[in-house]
């Protein structure tokens, strides 16, 4: 599984990016896919999660109401809508695939993984 991440860059508190993660083919089909997130020093966390086909998403607590996960099965690409960014939201964002069972979101539960991209968030 080949994964590219992209969308990162510099935006304003309150602002919006959308990261996208372009995938093998076949991959949103028939594996999970996530986003996680990492800042200096500290372990790297999911941010959201969507199952095969697009049929269930999961969100973790600090993005609920503010960042969407979605997926185009065509393209074979995830999408991370970020909207009402804040500073704290500036950190390292890797997409992930997980060949295993939906309900899990901890890294060793990811076996592939993008290069990050940076998003920053200044106030």
């Known amino acids: 599984v080949q994964l590219q991440a992209s969308g990162g860059g510099l935006v304003q508190a309150g602002g919006s990016l959308r990261l996208s993660c372009a995938a093998s083919?076949?991959?949103?089909?028939?594996?999970?896919m996530g986003w996680f997130r990492q800042a200096p020093g500290k372990e790297r966390e999911v941010v959201a999660s969507?199952?095969?086909?697009?049929?269930?998403?999961y969100y973790a607590d600090f993005v609920v109401g503010r960042f969407t996960i979605s997926g185009d099965s065509a393209k074979n690409t995830v999408y991370l809508q970020m909207n009402s960014l804040k500073p704290e939201d500036t950190v390292v964002y890797y997409c992930?695939?997980?060949?295993?069972?939906?309900?899990?979101?901890?890294?060793?539960?990811?076996?592939?993984w993008g290069q990050g991209t940076q998003v920053t968030v200044s106030s």
């Open positions: 992930a695939v997980s060949r295993g069972r939906w309900g899990t979101f901890r890294t060793v539960d990811y076996e592939y």
């Open positions: 083919e076949h991959t949103f089909n028939n594996y999970n």
């Open positions: 969507i199952g095969r086909r697009g049929g269930v998403v």
